[in-house]
């Protein structure tokens, strides 16, 4: 059973930066990618940003250029720093693993984290 496991959510200073980190276990084979989501209230699930095991980045715009993704294919885990972060950027954020084969993909989901940007 694959579980993935999210922290460092919590309250967060506008301006202010956070950093959450997600580690996988499990059984695992050919990962493509790992990454975060979010879902604030009455909003659809969007990407914020995501890494290839190769090291390909991929960012929101509303984050790009605040915030970095970093993976650790060893300990197939994915960190998310953002930086200067804004009220509209509290949400759950939701950790994703991608893998598998062209005729057997996989995806995994974290139970997810609670970020609130507030004064």
């Not at 956070?18 to 996988?24: F, I, K, M, P």
């Not at 989501?37 to 995501?50: D, I, K, M, T």
């Not at 250029?65 to 009220?87: C, E, F, H, W």
Request: a neutral charge.
């Amino acid at each position: 059973q694959v579980q993935l496991v999210e922290s460092g959510g919590g309250l967060v200073q506008p301006g202010g930066s956070l950093g959450l980190s997600c580690a996988a276990s499990g059984s695992l084979s050919a990962i493509h990618s790992m990454g975060w989501y979010r879902q604030a209230p009455g909003n659809r699930r969007e990407l914020v940003a995501s890494i290839t095991t190769g090291g390909r980045t991929t960012y929101a715009d509303s984050v790009n250029g605040r915030s970095s993704i970093t993976i650790d294919n060893a300990k197939n885990a994915v960190y998310l720093q953002m930086n200067d972060l804004k009220p509209e950027d509290t949400a759950v954020y939701y950790c994703n693993l991608q893998g598998g084969t062209w005729s057997r993909p996989y995806e995994h989901w974290g139970q997810g984290t609670q970020v609130t940007v507030s004064s």
